[in-house]
């Protein structure tokens, strides 16, 4: 058990893609906090963060304000560009169709992701937008850096929720 987490800790100090996982896990709990899904992601360039973002379409009204574009949108009007081909982006889920999209057109050098998505992930999940070859631009992909916590996040949040359906559904408001 001690050597387990001396061995945790020790990868963690090795590894820093471990420690950009944990800065967007911290960013997912932002999410969290306001209700909405717990992703959360950072963009990294020549090892300093430039940004980060975390999921809100909810209380954005804005089907597009996924945890990557947050930070992409935020690195690339820092860096004055809208192209980030020296840039790495870690965030907390398999990316989506619409990130994975947003991240070619930005030509990124790298994603890295934590959980896998089986059920919108882009990055082997449904599909491997990162594994087509007649795309002009190739961005890495590494996934499951991370990946029990990051997991165990979303999980965490959705088993709450529905244990608050529940409840809501057992008591009803009362009609007088
Ligand atoms: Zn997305």
């Known amino acids: 058990m001690t050597l387990e987490k001396n061995e945790a800790e020790q990868n963690a100090s090795e590894n820093p893609a471990v420690q950009w996982m944990r800065l967007a896990l911290d960013a997912a709990r932002r999410a969290y906090a306001l209700g909405e899904v717990p992703v959360g992601a950072v963009l990294?360039?020549?090892?300093?963060?430039?940004?980060?973002?975390?999921n809100r379409p909810i209380s954005t009204h804005d089907p597009s304000a996924h945890a990557e574009m947050a930070a992409l949108r935020e690195g690339a009007r820092l860096l004055g560009n809208y192209r980030l081909p020296d840039c790495e982006l870690y965030v907390t889920?398999?990316?989506?169709?619409?990130?994975?999209?947003?991240?070619?057109?930005?030509?990124?050098?790298?994603?890295?992701?934590?959980?896998?998505?089986?059920k919108t992930g882009a990055c082997g999940?449904?599909?491997?937008?990162?594994?087509?070859p007649r795309l002009n631009h190739q961005t890495q992909v590494e996934g499951g850096v991370l990946e029990r916590e990051c997991g165990?996040?979303?999980?965490e949040f959705f088993a709450e929720r529905r244990a608050a359906n529940k409840n809501a559904a057992k008591n009803p408001p009362d009609p007088t």
């Open 44 to 54: 990294v360039k020549d090892g300093q963060v430039v940004a980060t973002g975390y």
């Open 152 to 155: 165990d996040l979303l999980r």
């Open 125 to 132: 999940g449904v599909v491997n937008l990162f594994a087509e």
């Open 93 to 118: 889920l398999e990316p989506c169709a619409m990130c994975a999209g947003a991240m070619l057109h930005a030509r990124l050098k790298k994603v890295i992701f934590g959980a896998h998505d089986p």
